[in-house]
């Protein structure tokens, strides 16, 4: 499969359902677009309708569906704001004990766009810190 060849470092660090979905949308996209960015978008889309980006892998989402504004706008793979594998259209709670696994200071006095905002830092901070 030449999905798995390009299998994102976060993916790596997932499991393996994870994994597979993101191929398999992958390598439909690849079919249909051609290899490139559009076919990579159009795997994360795929992936984050079930799955949430916590530090540096991806874990199941408690609610399967759009994990934000921009996934609900947008279809097809093509670009628009979104919330980097955040899921921002979880609760506050969720969101609140995503930060608090992540160790995000102040998060208790956050709004949910804001907690959305330090997850994404975090979540950055801790892949970047996993592929050194």
Known sequence: MPARDELPSTLQ??????QETWIAAHDSAVETYGEGERAHRTA???????YEKVGDHWEPK???GPS?????RNRGGRSGD???????NASKAHLLDVAKRLEVPGRS?????????????????ATRKARE
Do not use: P, W
């Not at 660090?13 to 994870?18: F, G, L, V």
């Not at 994360?44 to 079930?50: D, E, I, P, T």
């Not at 006095?109 to 901070?125: C, G, H, P, R, Y």
């Open 13 to 18: 660090r997932s499991e393996k359902h994870a």
């Open 44 to 50: 994360f889309s795929a992936l984050k309708h079930s």
């Open 62 to 64: 408690e609610e399967k």
């Open 68 to 72: 934000d504004k921009g996934a609900e």
């Open 82 to 88: 979104t919330a980097g594998g955040v899921d921002a």
């Open 109 to 125: 006095k956050m709004t949910k766009d804001e907690l959305v905002e330090a997850i994404q830092k975090a979540n950055a901070k």
